[in-house]
């Protein structure tokens, strides 16, 4: 079946650091990829997203790119603020019927 | 409502006894998926619906859970005999359709569900 790894967290950086979060997947066809954020106290929302291999999804300075050939969607920003403090989900969807979802990974961001 | 709402927020209840969740999808989205997320964990698939579709049932972990939808609107999550395990964030979204894989989910802020 498809699956989704994420790298462990915590992550603990502090302000204005280059920030990475390691996404890799396994899917029988050809899934869009995702990224949603979980701020403190409020629900999911959607961060990013990317439906074919190649495609680049950003959004609030982060980017993540659609590499088909080492199934990866990695997470990065160039300088994190304190309020990206969040836990951060990989996510995949084939048919747009299940999407699975990787465990998340707890981004902290220090001033 | 501008956004997919949940009902109750919180909910604690004894070992054994049902609970019922509720969910309202933003106006006009034909497709609805719960969730559970345990304490530190990722987001497990429960069950999906589509318009009048048959739902997709392959993610409820038992028969105590049980889903309805009626038409494109309200959809309850129902646990019976609910166990101490059953504990967790039970999170609601809908999207616009799910005729592709493109359509972003809006999520709800979840119901948390304490089984003593």
């Known amino acids: 079946g498809n699956s989704v790894t994420q790298m462990e967290g915590p992550v603990t950086l502090s302000e204005e650091a280059f920030l990475t979060i390691n996404c890799t997947y396994t899917a029988t066809g050809y899934p869009s990829l995702f990224w949603y954020v979980q701020y403190p106290g409020e629900g999911l929302q959607l961060l990013l997203k990317?439906?074919?291999?190649?495609d680049k999804g950003s959004n609030k300075g982060f980017e993540a790119t659609y590499r088909k050939e080492t199934t990866s969607f990695h997470l990065e920003k160039g300088s994190v603020q304190v309020s990206d403090s969040a836990v951060y989900f990989c996510a995949l969807s084939e048919s747009g019927q299940n999407f699975v979802f990787g465990p998340g990974t707890r981004l902290s961001v220090l001033p | 409502g501008a956004g997919v709402s949940q009902s109750p927020s919180n909910k604690v209840t004894e070992k054994g006894k049902d609970v019922e969740l509720r969910c309202d999808p933003i106006?006009?989205?034909?497709?609805l998926y719960w969730y559970r997320q345990r304490l530190g964990q990722g987001l497990e698939f429960l069950i999906y619906?589509?318009?009048?579709?048959?739902?997709?049932k392959s993610g409820l972990p038992s028969d105590r859970f049980s889903a309805e939808r009626t038409g494109e609107s309200v959809s309850t999550l129902t646990i019976q005999r609910t166990q101490q395990e059953d504990s967790a964030v039970y999170l609601c979204?809908?999207?616009?359709?799910?005729?592709?894989?493109?359509?972003?989910?809006?999520f709800g802020p979840g119901t948390r569900l304490t089984v003593l």
């Open positions: 990317a439906t074919k291999a190649d």
């Open positions: 619906f589509q318009g009048n579709s048959a739902p997709d």
């Open positions: 979204a809908s999207s616009l359709d799910s005729s592709g894989q493109y359509n972003e989910q809006f």
């Open positions: 106006s006009g989205h034909t497709a």
